[in-house]
């Protein structure tokens, strides 16, 4: 028998459609896709290595008569394709498969294949041809192949857009709810804000979240929770814009509210579910992390196991301390799991995509470009006039070890990438978010058997780090590969457009100047393993 997972409730509702004008239209696209369908090969296959594609080999595929049972959580897409190769395709390969019929939902689609009785997941795949076929690349060649989607609960993702972003085009694709932050308490009751205009035809669930960001909404939710006349009007403004916008659930994010209304608040959210779930409508909630004091913990307004009852799923806000997350989390989730009696299923993990700094005066978020330009900011050593031949010391300020920085490593406490400085205030530490570290995080989830992970940011900002291979390949199979970074690309990169480096692993690099006078560039590059940065100094060499 399954658990429930957190976003198993869900109410199918189609909008209605205007069919009268877009008939002919409808018709041309339609026959274009047929036409498409019959034209298309069952696999096309483009070799990426030095041996070429399918002009250097022969190639015979072959659809078999009965598709095998799909792994648990898994449902086929299209048939199982036995692949013969006479000849040579080497590298990394492109394969293009043709689907028995279109679909339209690009979420959790995966290429396996079928090892003996073992399904093997090969590469991640995307619709292509509308919807008449997907694509992927694979390491090597497989000897069968098929298309297959996740469908477990346990592997589903939400993510929260940001009010006025743009969402994410790849976590479109991987995503299973969005949470659009467009709505906030207000002191009377009702609802600040107004809903974003989302992309058409995502195949998302969309479950709005009111969120309270200021101090004087904390005020106004603090207010509601403690009215009865209050409630009653939040829980019917809620329910009206739920209504109205034909959302299929809704998120409640209120923060730290006043312990005093703990009651209160379940009450509120109980009688909120029941009025939601009575329209097939959902209910998610976010919650602070509970905190320990000795040998008790302190849940302040929040009764876990009322509010998990009550709620399809509790988003669990993360340790916001880097070196202290995994101690805290786990801690964390065995109170709620062993002593609150928590199904794991009805928690949710909540990601961040950010980088972090912390200092004498606290923790504050970084984009990746701001940590990598922390990282990369380089100066001489010595002021001074610089002549033809001399040579000069060029550190990179934050990260040169005799200066006090540890370089860029690896925090096996943190299980990220990270570099330590001497900064304002005394010393300062930045841990970066990649696709390195959120695969720990994403084993966390699995490894307490939660309902699902929640990315904080899935908007298109440039600043959010691209964590998104790693969530595919969590949502496709519910497990991740636990890699570090290679250690060698975590060295400063240095060169010059003249004269000659020595040295440079240990955060400074000796340039000797050349012979020539003029103006020259020194270039530091960091790296977090993924991503490059790199920044430029511009030195004159006199006469």
Same mark, same amino acid.
């Given at each position: ?13 189609? &909008? ?36 070429g594609g399918e002009g250097s ?122 949470? &659009? ?191 990598l330009t922390i990282a990369s ?15 000069v010391t060029v550190i990179g ?9 540890? !370089? ?94 020595? !040295? ?12 020539? &006078? ?26």
């Amino acid at each position: 028998m399954n658990e429930q997972g957190p976003f198993d409730r869900i109410l199918h509702q189609e &909008p209605s459609r205007d069919r009268g004008n877009r008939f002919v239209v409808i018709a041309i696209v339609v026959l274009g896709l047929l036409l498409l369908i019959l034209v298309l090969p069952p696999i096309s296959i483009l070799s990426g290595g030095g041996g070429g594609g399918e002009g250097s080999a022969n190639i015979s595929v072959k659809a078999r008569k009965e598709m095998p049972a799909p792994p648990e959580g898994m449902e086929a897409v299209s048939p199982l394709y036995d692949i013969s190769v006479s000849g040579s395709i080497e590298g990394p390969t492109v394969i293009t498969l043709k689907l028995p019929s279109v679909i339209s939902d690009p979420r959790n689609l995966s290429l396996y294949t079928l090892e003996g009785n073992q399904w093997r997941r090969v590469g991640s795949a995307k619709l292509v041809f509308d919807g008449a076929g997907v694509q992927g690349e694979v390491s090597e060649l497989p000897k069968n192949i098929a298309v297959l989607r996740a469908t477990s609960a346990l592997n589903q993702l939400s993510g929260s857009l940001p009010a006025g972003s743009e969402l994410n085009p790849q976590a479109a694709e991987v995503l299973s709810v969005l949470n &659009p932050v467009d709505f906030a308490p207000a002191s009377d009751g009702s609802l600040e804000g107004e809903a974003a205009t989302l992309p058409e035809n995502t195949g998302l669930d969309i479950y709005p979240t009111i969120r309270v960001s200021t101090a004087q909404q904390a005020e106004a939710a603090n207010a509601i929770i403690g009215s009865p006349d209050l409630r009653d009007e939040h829980m019917n403004a809620i329910l009206e814009m739920v209504e109205s916008g034909r959302y299929r659930g809704v998120d409640i994010d209120y923060g730290p509210l006043d312990a005093l209304h703990k009651d209160e608040f379940s009450e509120f959210v109980v009688a909120l579910a029941e009025q939601l779930h009575r329209r097939g409508i959902g209910l998610t909630l976010t919650a602070p992390l509970p905190v320990q004091q000795g040998t008790s913990w302190d849940s302040g307004a929040y009764d876990w196991l009322r509010l998990a009852q009550a709620a399809d799923a509790i988003k669990l806000l993360p340790e916001e301390d880097p070196s202290d997350y995994y101690k805290s989390m786990e801690q964390a989730l065995s109170f709620l799991i062993e002593q609150e009696k928590i199904l794991p299923a009805k928690l949710v993990l909540v990601l961040s995509p950010w980088a972090h700094e912390k200092g004498g005066e606290g923790i504050r978020r970084l984009s990746l470009l701001e940590a990598l330009t922390i990282a990369s900011t380089l100066k001489l050593k010595d002021e001074g006039e610089i002549r033809p031949g001399d040579s000069v010391t060029v550190i990179g300020e934050n990260i040169y070890k005799e200066d006090g920085a540890s !370089g860029m490593g690896w925090d096996d406490e943190a299980s990220a990438v990270y570099f330590g400085y001497p900064g304002l205030g005394g010393a300062r530490t930045v841990w970066i978010e990649n696709s390195f570290s959120i695969a720990f995080r994403l084993n966390l989830a699995a490894r307490f058997h939660l309902g699902g992970v929640a990315v904080e940011d899935v908007s298109s900002d440039p600043g959010v780090n691209d964590i998104w291979p790693v969530l595919q390949e969590f949502a496709a199979t519910g497990k991740v590969s636990l890699v570090k970074p290679n250690g060698t690309l975590l060295l400063p990169y240095w060169e010059a457009d003249g004269g000659s480096l020595e !040295g440079g692993d240990d955060g400074a690099v000796v340039w000797t100047a050349p012979e020539e &006078p003029g103006a020259y560039q020194i270039t530091l590059v960091v790296s977090d393993g993924l991503a490059r940065l790199g920044q430029r100094l511009g030195l004159t060499v006199g006469e």
